[in-house]
């Protein structure tokens, strides 16, 4: 039997990190094979394409997908494919649906032309479960202060259209997709995403 395998989506400021660590926490202690990945930037290459992504010269849509869909699909083939193959659970800080909101939604690139771009570049290996962590990102960029990247740094429409995407695609995947309100306290939230990880098993 191949690992699970779960992804981790919401703004920025919205806790992914937070409670990626706590869940890692979690499955370790319990004896289990965890590996927590991210993108873009899970591999050397990915490094290189998050520097041009999220620091580099202004790009158009396009380019922006093309980069961010490049990196996951080697970051699919060389970390998370290998790691559920010896069964391991991988958690990965973001993952298609961040394209699917940022580039499909946000800056209107369209939901299909993005999901299809991104299944053909995972070879249609999609999350077991998703974790959103659903934050008006007005609230998580406060959290985040006021260093901000190329994508932190576009408007609250922006953000707001982000957000209402992703509860969009939740609302289409139920089954995949679970909805946390991340205003809460960090041990509310990483409490729901426990309940949530023992239902998948
Ligand atoms: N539930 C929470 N309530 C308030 N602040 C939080 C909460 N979860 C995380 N934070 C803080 O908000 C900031 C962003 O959290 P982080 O986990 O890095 O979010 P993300 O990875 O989604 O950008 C950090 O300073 C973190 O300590
Ligand atoms: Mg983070």
């Known amino acids: 039997m191949t690992g699970r395998f779960i992804s981790f989506e919401g703004g920025d400021g919205s806790g992914k990190t937070t409670q990626i660590r706590k869940l890692a926490e979690r499955i370790r202690q319990a004896g289990g094979d965890v590996v927590v990945t991210r993108e873009p930037g899970g591999t050397d290459l990915g490094l290189k394409i998050r520097q041009a992504l999220l620091h580099g010269e202004d790009l158009s849509p396009r380019t922006e997908a093309l980069l961010y869909s490049a990196d996951r699909a080697h970051h699919m083939a060389t970390v998370v494919r290998p790691a559920l193959e010896r069964s391991a659970t991988v958690i990965t800080d973001r993952f298609m649906d961040s394209s699917i909101a940022y580039q499909g939604g946000a800056r209107g690139l369209g939901i299909d032309t993005i999901t299809k771009l991104n299944r053909w570049a995972v070879e249609d290996l999609v999350p077991d479960m998703t974790i959103l962590l659903d934050l008006d990102p007005v609230i998580g960029a406060q959290r ?58």
């Open 144 to 201: 985040v202060g006021a260093k901000k990247d190329r994508l932190e740094s576009a408007g609250d429409a922006f953000h707001a259209e982000v957000r209402q995407t992703f509860l969009d695609l939740a609302a289409k995947e139920p089954d995949r997709f679970v909805v946390v309100d991340a205003s809460r306290t960090p041990e509310e939230i990483s409490a729901d995403i426990g309940t949530a990880y023992d239902r998948l098993r």
